[in-house]
């Protein structure tokens, strides 16, 4: 099975910092990495696709990159509401999701 | 629009059984892989099942293989999770997903608001 591994697990920002998300997996993945944003008490929303595509409706600020193992995802100025849980998942092989990074407000 | 709307879930003693249900509109049902993903309460996103538009192929999570079976009726734009032997580590909010297309159909791009299951005696 392939693990996928998120850092940090909890970050802390301010409004207009840029913050980036690093997702590893346990085996080569190709590009095929999506990632996700939970608010609280709400459904994920999906923000990219194939690592580094954006969402149709999803603001330019988020994007992706990596290929391989090794994947980032990076919001170039934070809004309020970003603040909120990321999470990747692999599907080169079934699916899998990593355990999260909580976004929280410094 | 795209409307997934789950039912079923409930309160289950340990070693029930459960169906969940999703009602799809606002697309073209049986063109898509739809998926369950579930969420335990104050944890992570766990792939639960997929399957096929077609539905002939599926495939599970390793926690719930042999015990839950995924299905889908075309015609009504549904799509079920029948789950049996429920354990406690089983309660969670179980969202219905609809897949993307071709090299898209394990991107989950539209969420239900899940059903809550909770297994407890």
């Known amino acids: 099975d392939i693990q996928m591994t998120q850092s940090p697990s909890t970050l802390s920002a301010s409004i207009g910092d840029r913050v980036t998300i690093t997702c590893r997996a346990s085996q080569n993945i190709n590009s095929w990495l999506a990632w996700y944003q939970q608010e609280p008490g709400k459904a994920p929303k999906l923000l990219i696709y194939?690592?580094?595509s954006l969402e149709s409706g999803v603001p330019s600020r988020f994007s992706g990159s990596g290929s391989g193992t090794e994947f980032t995802l990076t919001i170039s100025s934070l809004q309020p509401d970003d603040f909120a849980t990321y999470y990747c998942q692999q599907y080169n092989n079934y699916c899998t999701f990593g355990q999260g990074t909580k976004l929280e407000i410094k | 629009e795209v409307q997934l709307v789950e039912s079923g879930g409930g309160l289950v003693q340990p070693g029930g059984s459960l169906r969940l249900s999703c009602s799809a509109s606002g697309f073209t049902f049986s063109n898509y892989a739809m998926h369950w993903v579930r969420q335990a309460p104050g944890k992570g996103l766990e792939f639960v099942s997929a399957i096929t538009s077609s539905g002939g192929s599926s495939n599970y999570g390793d926690s719930v293989k042999g015990r839950f079976i995924i299905s889908r009726d075309n015609s009504k734009n549904t799509l079920f999770l029948q789950m049996s032997s429920l354990r406690p580590e089983d309660t969670a909010v179980y969202y219905c997903?609809?897949?993307?297309?071709?090299?898209?159909?394990?991107?989950?791009?539209?969420w239900g608001q899940g059903t809550l299951v909770t297994v407890s005696s």
């Open positions: 997903v609809k897949g993307g297309i071709e090299d898209r159909r394990m991107v989950m791009d539209y």
């Open positions: 194939k690592a580094s």
